[in-house]
């Protein structure tokens, strides 16, 4: 009734409110579509500019040096040619991760590619047919060849 003094009529909000609520849905908002744009998996087909690493010189020495020992158990016979393309598998591989940080030693040959590291890739492919073939086929020369190539030339 208006003219009882028992009664009060409904109060207003307060402008804050508003701003409030309004401010926790666009940050709830953005937060979400952060998520889903952080998380989503690389585009094919993206140009990702090739990493340039360089490796010291002595990093280099020092890798070249091991694979001079696996040739030189290789020509005295000590090491069959497969043995001596694991090594250099695991040299290569070392030697990558050294420069670059790039856990190489633990990669797959799709991982390695996926790395943007070409010459490294193409080498330990090389190195596969030797490395996991029963009577494959064992370019040892060859091997050292790229390993060589792997090391010597990097920049």
Known sequence: MPGDPQFYGPLGYSGFWLFL???LAVAALGWVAYSVWSTRPPQPGRDVPV???HAPAGLRHEYLAKIDEVAALLDAREISPRTATQELSRIVRGFVQEATGVRAS???LDEL???????VAEAIERFYPAEFSAAGAHDADGALTDARTVVGTWT
């Open 21 to 23: 609520g309004l401010a």
């Open 51 to 53: 990493p340039r690493f």
């Open 113 to 119: 590619r996926s790395q943007r590291v070409p010459a």
């Open 106 to 108: 633990k990669m797959t």
